[in-house]
């Protein structure tokens, strides 16, 4: 129970601190990194909340929701990278 | 001194401080959320065992034809999951594509970074085919896989092939589209056979979950380079100066 605490914790502490340098800090390189820290806490906590005891396997079912989720944060972060890269690449040009 | 409030210009100073402010405000907020949030989960825990779907998913996993119960919720249970997953992938590798042509690739590897992404990359392929072939009854699975083959992808670009080792445009095309492709096909058969849409019998879902995962995988490995390589495959012309580095 502790453990699970700690980790499921620890996720929505990510995920806050995600948050927060997504808002705070204006490079859109830091944003992404920012989105994937918070993706990364509600990972933490959907795999903490997953365990069932020491008896029980684990639930499949939200860890099947985190390698989903880890793929599509994965597209995404590819996205967003290139259009900065391209957006950086105009403003070079202007 | 004027009164800054009717200042023209901006003072830098008070505009600094304002954005402390807000800044400070924001933590404040973003604390009390987290506390909220923290207060409410170790509430959740301690509530107790709630009906939850783990015991269903687990007691049906011997129909699935697989053993490893996360395999079974995404290819079977949640099948549709997976495949708009796949859909996801390849949209975001589209919207890469149409940004235009991939930058330049990194110079030549000299040869000892070259020797051993000779080594490495074989390696990285072995051991995505053993990933994709454990799901079956351990963690693994396509989506491991195929990240092990992407990572194949990126270290063949880092070493100097500016296509990371990827086939030609129209080869590409067909391996990127292949995992959502083959996911549909088996679906709709399944259709005409009488069954659901991706609802397998029991003797046959081994063997089409494994066709699927083994698309998937190539689709998703091929995708992972494809969007490190970061823009529509340029067929090398006589302009470009750098010699294109075949990968052994």
Redesign the interface.
């Known amino acids: ?1 502790t453990a ?2 700690l980790y ?2 620890a996720g ?2 990510l ?2 601190l995600g ?2 340098s997504f ?2 800090h204006e490079p859109l390189l830091r944003k992404v990194i920012a989105l994937n820290i918070t993706g990364a806490g509600v990972f933490h ?1 959907l795999i903490a909340v ?1 365990y ?1 005891g020491d008896a ?6 939200p ?2 929701l985190v ?2 989720g ?3 944060a ?3 972060t ?2 967003a ?3 900065g ?2 957006l950086q690449d105009s403003d070079d040009d202007a | 001194m004027t009164d800054p409030t009717f200042a023209t210009r901006p003072d830098p100073a008070r505009a600094a401080e304002r954005d402390r402010d807000l800044k400070l405000l924001l933590a404040v907020l973003l604390a009390l959320l987290g506390v909220t949030m923290t207060a409410i989960y170790a509430l959740a825990l301690n509530a107790g065992a709630a009906p939850r779907l783990a015991d269903l998913a687990l007691a049906r996993v011997p129909q699935t034809g697989v053993d490893n119960p996360v395999t079974a919720v995404l290819l079977n249970y949640r099948a549709y999951d997976t495949l708009m997953e796949l859909a996801v992938l390849l949209a975001a590798l589209l919207g890469i594509w149409s940004l235009g042509p991939a930058p330049a690739g990194f110079q030549r590897s000299g040869p000892v970074l070259a020797g051993m992404v000779s080594w490495v990359v074989p390696l990285l392929i072995v051991a995505g085919g053993y990933m994709l072939w454990v799901g079956g009854y351990a963690p693994g699975g396509a989506f491991q896989a195929g990240a092990l083959l992407g990572a194949a992808g990126v270290i063949v670009r880092l070493a100097g092939d500016p296509q990371a080792g990827l086939p030609g445009e129209a080869a590409q095309r067909w391996l990127l589209v292949l995992g959502v492709l083959v996911f549909t096909l088996v679906g709709l058969g399944l259709m005409l056979f009488g069954a659901g849409f991706l609802t397998y019998p029991p003797k046959l879902a081994k063997w089409l979950i494994l066709l699927i995962e083994s698309a998937a995988t190539l689709a998703i490995g091929v995708a992972l380079a494809a969007a490190y390589v970061g823009g529509r495959p340029t067929a090398t012309s006589p302009l470009d100066p750098r010699p294109s580095a075949q990968p052994k």
């Open positions: 129970m699970q605490l499921g914790g929505l502490m995920f806050v948050i927060w808002l705070v906590v997953a069932r029980a396997p684990p639930d499949p079912v860890h099947a390698l989903t880890i793929v599509v994965v597209s995404a590819a996205l990278l290139i259009l890269a391209r």
